[in-house]
């Protein structure tokens, strides 16, 4: 695990669990003792009010609160459906479950363990072969509606490991099955880009890309976006969109380095902190006899803290890669050149795995996701016979990155 994704899971863990609620309580008293059924019937009611952010406090202020098997799983059923109090609170009382475990979630488990100890072992076909006969048994178990998100989880890394051991075609058909609403749908796109671009599916590749520019994303792509295109452009010989690139590159630069996104629409084109960035702006509120308005204020400012210092990072990341870029892109567009050098700094992996994109999608944004991931490019390739030995030593995509983080990063747990 690279120590820029640690540093990723910890500063979630600390937002998430360092809680600024339970300072407030402590400063004002004690606070209110609350049993389960009242927990779950609190939660409840402030979903149904949309007051997502009361929510939230109220399960990071009585997180230790003892719950029975079925008051863990009534609340864990709303936070699937509706995970708008953030993935980290839904991931970590996934990991809550850990008392309730026993038969198939069990066994569930152990084997998710085994395939990913296999993956980091470079046994790919191995690996892939566990990931297959765990989704299996959790689409058997029952309560798939409850537990999608652990079965796109695991074909996910039945996609990694054909793409890992070199079968891209098949990898690329795999990552088809994931829907939009997995809520790492974008980092799918992303990786379904370049497992069809190495299996020659340019069409597609292209298609995939251009998907990622759209205005859902709120303009924000990653350096890595440009790459593919150079490649897929260059081996087309399309050189006239190759300079478009070009401009875009430029475009995107100028916009960061004039600091045109602000942090709303920077955390709302990121899958894994849209939510944080709805709850930093959310006015909705009910009283409750269990939260304070100051606990909740306090929480809202704890997330802006957050997000401001996450922009921070992607943007120093985003011009340091976007360079590299730009250097590459200018060596491709020369078209004396008959062979593009491996360009071993892009994809980075720290890069790569920063971008978290495993958003659920927000109120009215269903329409835009109707259209992601349904691209498909129509152009033609544009080489002349003299020109179609050009030979291209394509990177290795997100193999690399892949191979140093294991393949699920203990997302979501077993079904109960």
Same mark, same amino acid.
């Given at each position: 695990?690279?120590?820029?994704?640690?540093?990723?899971?910890?500063?979630?863990?600390?937002?998430?669990?360092?809680? @600024?609620?339970?300072?407030?309580?402590?400063?004002?008293?004690?606070?209110?003792?609350?049993?389960?059924?009242?927990?779950?019937?609190?939660?409840?009611?402030?979903?149904?009010?949309?007051?997502?952010?009361?929510?939230?406090?109220?399960?990071?202020?009585?997180?230790?609160?003892?719950?029975?098997?079925?008051? *863990?799983?009534?609340?864990?059923?709303?936070?699937?459906?509706?995970? +708008?109090?953030? *993935?980290?609170?839904?991931?970590?009382?996934?990991?809550?479950?850990?008392?309730?475990?026993?038969?198939?979630?069990?066994?569930?488990?152990?084997?998710?363990?085994?395939?990913?100890?296999?993956?980091?072992?470079?046994?790919? +076909?191995?690996?892939?072969?566990?990931?297959?006969?765990?989704?299996?048994?959790?689409?058997?178990?029952? %309560?798939?509606?409850?537990?999608?998100?652990?079965?796109?989880? @695991?074909?996910?890394?039945?996609?990694?490991?054909?793409?890992?051991? %070199?079968?891209?075609?098949?990898?690329?058909?795999?990552?088809? *099955?994931? $829907?939009?609403?997995?809520?790492?749908?974008?980092?799918?796109?992303?990786?379904?880009?370049?497992?069809?671009?190495?299996?020659?599916?340019?069409?597609?590749?292209?298609?995939?890309?251009?998907?990622?520019?759209?205005?859902?994303?709120?303009?924000?792509?990653?350096?890595e976006i440009f790459l593919v295109q150079i490649y897929v452009y260059k081996k087309l010989c399309r050189d006239q969109d190759l300079s478009r690139v070009l401009l875009l590159v430029d475009k995107f630069r100028k916009r960061l380095e004039e600091n045109e996104f602000s942090v709303q629409q920077w955390a709302s084109s990121d899958w894994e902190i849209m939510p944080l960035a709805n709850l930093s702006v959310q006015e909705r509120y009910s009283k409750s006899a269990w939260i304070s308005e100051a606990a909740r204020e306090q929480e809202k400012?704890?997330?802006?803290?957050?997000? +401001?210092?996450?922009? /921070?990072?992607?943007?120093? /990341?985003?011009?340091?890669?976007?360079?590299?870029?730009?250097?590459?892109?200018?060596?491709?567009?020369? @078209?004396?050149?008959?062979?593009?050098?491996?360009?071993?700094?892009? $994809?980075?992996?720290?890069?790569?795995?920063?971008?978290?994109?495993?958003?659920?999608?927000?109120?009215?944004?269903?329409?835009?996701? /109707?259209?992601?991931?349904?691209?498909?490019?129509?152009?033609?390739?544009?080489? +002349?016979?003299?020109? #179609?030995?050009?030979?291209?030593?394509?990177?290795? %995509?997100?193999?690399?990155?892949? #191979?140093?983080?294991?393949?699920? #990063?203990?997302?979501?747990?077993?079904?109960?």
């Open positions: 695990m690279t120590n820029a994704w640690l540093s990723f899971v910890l500063s979630l863990c600390v937002l998430g669990f360092t809680s @600024l609620n339970q300072r407030a309580a402590a400063e004002s008293g004690a606070a209110t003792a609350i049993s389960g059924p009242q927990l779950v019937e609190e939660f409840s009611r402030l979903m149904k009010k949309r007051d997502y952010l009361s929510a939230r406090v109220l399960l990071k202020q009585y997180w230790s609160v003892q719950l029975t098997r079925a008051q *863990w799983k009534a609340i864990r059923k709303q936070l699937h459906f509706e995970p +708008k109090v953030g *993935w980290e609170i839904v991931r970590s009382w996934d990991s809550k479950a850990i008392a309730f475990r026993a038969g198939v979630g069990a066994q569930i488990d152990l084997k998710i363990q085994q395939g990913d100890q296999l993956f980091k072992q470079k046994k790919y +076909k191995e690996a892939f072969a566990i990931y297959m006969a765990t989704a299996n048994l959790v689409k058997k178990r029952g %309560g798939f509606s409850e537990n999608r998100y652990l079965y796109y989880d @695991l074909v996910t890394g039945m996609a990694r490991s054909l793409y890992a051991s %070199g079968d891209f075609y098949r990898a690329y058909r795999l990552y088809l *099955w994931i $829907p939009p609403i997995y809520p790492r749908y974008r980092q799918i796109l992303f990786e379904r880009t370049w497992a069809s671009f190495r299996a020659g599916e340019l069409e597609h590749a292209l298609g995939d890309l251009i998907a990622q520019y759209s205005p859902y994303f709120n303009g924000v792509v990653n350096p400012q704890s997330i802006l803290n957050f997000l +401001k210092k996450r922009y /921070d990072s992607d943007r120093t /990341d985003f011009l340091a890669n976007l360079t590299k870029v730009t250097v590459y892109a200018k060596m491709a567009f020369d @078209l004396s050149s008959k062979e593009l050098p491996r360009l071993r700094e892009l $994809p980075d992996p720290a890069t790569l795995i920063r971008q978290r994109l495993e958003m659920w999608p927000i109120d009215g944004s269903e329409d835009w996701l /109707d259209e992601i991931g349904n691209k498909f490019f129509l152009g033609k390739s544009q080489c +002349k016979k003299s020109e #179609s030995n050009v030979h291209l030593i394509v990177p290795q %995509g997100p193999v690399e990155f892949l #191979s140093s983080v294991g393949t699920r #990063s203990g997302v979501f747990s077993a079904p109960q």
